[in-house]
């Protein structure tokens, strides 16, 4: 069986909805539940079988080693994190201590359980840490997308904790030998995304009649991927990954914000239109991000020369299955969108001009 961390967010939801269908190997989900943590997202997994939630912090080191005697993996999938750029620079600190101490801590806990293993099971096991493509930092438009060899240079909070733990995971094989994989991914949008993000805020402010904020004249870039793509290349890393290496992982589908809430828009006109007009008169520029990255762009040519692996989706698919996802799980939408989520919104777009 294979633990996976933070499995109750949005990557996690969908990669260990992805596993179970593929492998149909069991996992044990560590998950502290924060706002953005819904157990309700695999409630069905658990009547099945083959699932089990544990609700906890992967910096509790007796819980996590309580878990790994429990269970003896063959690997751990680290999703946990907190993970919006925009809630690191209002709060930076639970992202110094859930993605660098936690992520230490999960490093610790997981060494000691690995060192005591029999050979066999040592030389088989592996720990997986699912990084992103903020750590490199931002590049123009005529600079050649990332590749696993380009410097880091961490720009908000977030991304400063995330190659944080990157550097950790790798000084943890360096000293300790623990055999490590990261995966270093591009934006994902799919289902189950929560709705502090771009594409999902954009779905249901455009739903709403409410404004469709875009930060700055909208013209930033980010590389977008559809979430299964990263759960298969996740799994493939996982299986056939050399230890110690890191794989950017990214779709080749480089957007600026403002064509992409224009996509949205445009499926919504087609899917539910409104007798007002085309949901693109909602759009609203507002004063942008602090320290706004300008372009994201992956290099993905590592894991397809030596993984074989290249997405399945193009954008045009991806994103009508995730506008539909969203018209048919208004519910999930209401339900992840309680107090924290409103109080949220109020803090970071009412004193945006
Ligand atoms: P998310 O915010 O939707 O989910 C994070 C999950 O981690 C939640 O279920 C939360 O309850 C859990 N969690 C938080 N702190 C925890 C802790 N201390 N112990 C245990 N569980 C904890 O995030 P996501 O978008 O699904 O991202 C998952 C991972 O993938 C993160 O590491 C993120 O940095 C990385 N990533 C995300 C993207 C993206 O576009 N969303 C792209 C590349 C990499
Ligand atoms: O690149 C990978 C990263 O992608 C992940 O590591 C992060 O966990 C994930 O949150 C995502 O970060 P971004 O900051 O790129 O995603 P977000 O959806 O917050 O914003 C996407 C772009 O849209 C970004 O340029 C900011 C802009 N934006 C965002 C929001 C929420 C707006 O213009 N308006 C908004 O209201």
Known sequence: MIIVTGGAGFIGTNFILHWLEQQGESVVNLDKLTYAG???NLHQLAEAGGYELVVGDIGDQALVSALLQKYQPRAVVNFAA???VDRSIYGPDAFVQTNVVGTCSLL????????ELAEKEKADFRFLHVSTDEVYGSLSMDSAPFTEAHPFAPNSPYAASKASSDNFVRAWHHTYGLPVLTT????????????????????????QGLP???YGDGKNVRDWLYVSDHCDAIATVLDQGSIGEVYNVGGWNEMTN????DAVCGL???????KKGPYNRLIEFVSDRPGHDFRYAIDAH???????????ETFETGIRKTVVWYLENMKWVEQVSGGEHEAWVSKNYEGRK
């Open 184 to 207: 270093n991914c591009s934006n994902n949008y799919g289902p189950y995304q929560f709705p502090e993000k771009l594409i999902p805020l954009i779905i249901q402010n455009a739903l």
């Open 212 to 214: 469709l904020p875009i």
């Open 268 to 274: 919504l006109d087609e899917m539910r239109p409104d």
């Open 302 to 312: 590592k894991i397809k020369d030596q993984l074989n692996w290249v997405p399945k």
């Open 38 to 40: 819904n157990p309700d």
């Open 82 to 84: 907190e993970s919006h």
């Open 258 to 261: 403002l064509e992409i809430v």
């Open 108 to 115: 610790q806990s997981v060494s000691q359980y690995w060192g």
